[in-house]
């Protein structure tokens, strides 16, 4: 069963760059890139440092804390200290708005 959920806006997330979003117990991350809109958990796989403050390059999320590097697009973890993947979910753009899948 389908659980789309709206996040945010198009217009919230400049072009490679994220926003942090919380819902329910949980905390995301979605990305605007070159390729389109992206979501994963919100927690580097390598310490619980949430990864708002990250820098996107490309479809490439770089963790705040130690550096370690993620493919937004897959969440395979690219570069030491990470070596466990982030979970992705699906996502649609309607009207202007970005939706999540979870679930």
């Known amino acids: 069963m389908s659980n ?3 996040a945010c806006s198009t217009d919230d997330i400049d072009e490679e760059d994220l926003i942090r979003w ?3 117990d949980q905390t995301y991350a979605i990305y605007n890139t070159e390729k389109g ?6 927690h580097c796989t ?10 996107v ?8 804390l130690h550096g370690g590097r993620f493919d ?8 030491a ?19 999540v899948q979870l679930g």
């Open 4 to 6: 789309w959920i709206q």
């Open 22 to 24: 919380n819902h329910g």
């Open 37 to 42: 809109f992206f979501a994963t958990d919100g």
């Open 46 to 55: 390598h310490e619980e440092q949430h990864l708002e403050d990250g820098l």
């Open 57 to 64: 390059i490309d479809c490439v999320i770089e963790c705040p």
């Open 72 to 79: 937004i697009c897959t969440g395979k973890a690219l570069s």
């Open 81 to 99: 200290p990470c070596t466990e993947d982030l979970r992705t979910y699906p996502v649609k753009i309607e009207g202007g708005q970005v939706f």
